[in-house]
T-cell receptor
Framework: KAGVTQTPRYLIKTRGQQVTLSCSPISGHRSVSWYQQTPGQGLQFLFEYFSETQRNKGNFPGRFSGRQFSNSRSEMNVSTLELGDSALYLC????????????FGDGTRLSIL | QKEVEQNSGPLSVPEGAIASLNCTYSDRGSQSFFWYRQYSGKSPELIMSIYSNGDKEDGRFTAQLNKASQYVSLLIRDSQPSDSATYLCAVNVVSNFGNEKLTFGTGTRLTIIP
């Protein structure tokens, strides 16, 4: 069974640009969550999507947005990039979300110059 | 108070000894608890889940849960150098949206000394 697939693996952008990250969950998993991981802050929850609807949202500015498609694939978009957005962005999927275990993809490492 | 707290370490343990990792949480309604292992430069990998009070064993790993004390721990027996990693504790909490989400601790960095 294929795991969670995130693309691209690495991305370099400049301030002010926007970026879109993609996540394909494990087959059959309907919940997709996104996290930002930095050395100082650890794993910070961005949002969760289930059946194409945002079900949970963390404390990030509106520049961070996402969506989920009918096949459960999800995308995350960050607009007007700032230096502080440099981080590892992780996607995790689970069958139904909530209190179920999540399985992570390899992540997208985003660097802002 | 943070929702999930872990000692950041580093925790150094001799090879072959027992490594003990601890985690406390603040939401008394939490029902699901997970331990993830993260190697440097890699993504978190689920290694244990526990839902009931008591111990749950899987190979060299034992998860312990005490809901009354709001405490969950992970024991690693016969520690190996390959166990050197950061261990993340995750707990389900009810978010402001009224739905459950996993909240992670900041992790404990474990080093096994040969």
């Amino acid at each position: 069974k294929a795991g969670v697939t995130q693309t691209p693996r690495y991305l370099i952008k400049t301030r002010g640009q926007q970026v879109t990250l993609s996540c394909s969950p494990i087959s059959g998993h309907r919940s997709v969550s996104w996290y930002q991981q930095t050395p100082g802050q650890g794993l910070q929850f961005l949002f969760e999507y289930f059946s194409e609807t945002q079900r949970n949202k963390g404390n990030f500015p509106g520049r961070f947005s996402g969506r989920q498609f009918s096949n459960s694939r999800s995308e995350m978009n960050v607009s007007t990039l700032e230096l502080g957005d440099s981080a590892l962005y992780l996607c995790a999927s689970s069958l139904l979300g909530g209190n179920q275990p999540q399985h992570f993809g390899d992540g997208t490492r985003l660097s802002i110059l | 108070q943070k929702e999930v707290e872990q000692n950041s370490g580093p925790l150094s343990v001799p090879e072959g000894a027992i490594a003990s990792l601890n985690c406390t949480y603040s939401d008394r309604g939490s029902q699901s608890f997970f331990w993830y292992r993260q190697y440097s430069g890699k993504s978190p990998e689920l290694i244990m889940s526990i839902y009931s009070n008591g111990d749950k064993e899987d190979g060299r790993f034992t998860a312990q849960l005490n809901k009354a004390s709001q405490y969950v721990s992970l024991l690693i027996r016969d520690s190996q150098p390959s166990d050197s990693a950061t261990y993340l504790c995750a707990v389900n909490v009810v978010s402001n949206f009224g739905n459950e989400k996993l909240t992670f601790g900041t992790g404990t960095r474990l080093t096994i000394i040969p």
